[in-house]
């Protein structure tokens, strides 16, 4: 099996390049380059050496994976530089923060195996539905003020440091339907859970500190799935109404 060192100068023969995967290589150094392939929709960079990603503008992309590499930063308005990006990878990195999100378009982020321990940029991403941050080591999960996660629907925190979620957090992201927090160290929930989170179906707080569940449970009508086992749990109010599965 061979593995491409360099990427070539691609515009210069593919000047309509719409495609680039070129994973699994030994690719240490971005090629500044590639910023010249303005109709390029899809970059698959996953699983080589990388450490930087250049500031580059490339307007139609619509995919970005750089998972698998070693990244320390990114740049810090990539929302503005890919106007159209739906999707961004940025698993299995060595990240310490996400950079400033600021775009309309962008649905999923993940960037779960990272360094990540503060959100300290706003996300502002109205149409996004899933955010993927576990195996991280975050402490405190508190979105800078601005952020709107208005569309999100999954959010996945399991295996961080977190003592507490931010009450005001919640009103950021309030079509939640899957929060997992499993694997952290919470030692409590906002007395008022149901209220914030209405349209929750999976609620996974499996494997932290918690000692009581919140009556106001009993207000997320739409719940399928609680996972609450392995915790210091002494109280929880009587779960009326419910016919899914409750663990």
């Known amino acids: 099996m ?3 060192d360099v990427i070539p100068n691609l515009y210069q023969f593919l000047p309509e390049l719409r495609t680039l995967t070129a994973s699994r290589n030994n690719f240490r150094k971005f090629q ?11 970059l698959d960079l996953g699983s080589n050496q990388l450490d930087n990603f250049p500031h ?27 106007p159209a990006i739906i999707s961004i990878s940025l698993a299995f990195n060595r990240l310490v923060t996400l950079p400033r ?15 990540i321990k503060y959100i300290n940029h706003a996300i502002h991403a ?26 999100v629907e999954t959010v996945d925190l399991r295996m961080n440091s977190m003592k507490f979620i931010s009450r005001s957090t919640y009103p950021s992201m309030p079509n939640v339907q899957a929060l997992y927090l499993t694997h952290n160290d919470l030692t409590h929930l906002p ?3 149901g ?13 932290n500190c918690i000692i009581s569940i919140p009556n106001s449970i009993n207000k ?27 663990r």
């Open 56 to 82: 580059i503008e490339l307007p139609k992309l619509n995919e970005l994976i750089l998972r698998s590499n070693k990244l320390l930063s990114i740049p810090h308005d990539l929302g503005k530089l890919f």
């Open 101 to 115: 999100f600021e775009n309309s378009s962008l649905i999923r982020i993940e960037a779960d195996q990272n360094n």
């Open 191 to 193: 007395i008022d859970i």
């Open 2 to 4: 061979s593995h491409i």
């Open 126 to 151: 109205p149409k996004l539905k899933h955010l993927f941050l576990s195996c991280n080591d975050i402490q405190q999960f508190a979105l800078p003020p601005q952020s709107n996660l208005n569309s």
């Open 195 to 207: 209220d914030l989170t209405p349209h929750i179906h999976d609620f996974w707080i499996g494997e």
């Open 220 to 246: 997320m009508k739409m719940l399928q799935t609680l996972f609450a086992a392995y915790n210091n749990i002494t109280f929880c109010p009587p779960l009326i109404g419910f016919k899914s599965e409750l």
């Open 32 to 42: 500044i380059t590639l910023g010249r392939l303005k109709q390029l929709e899809k």
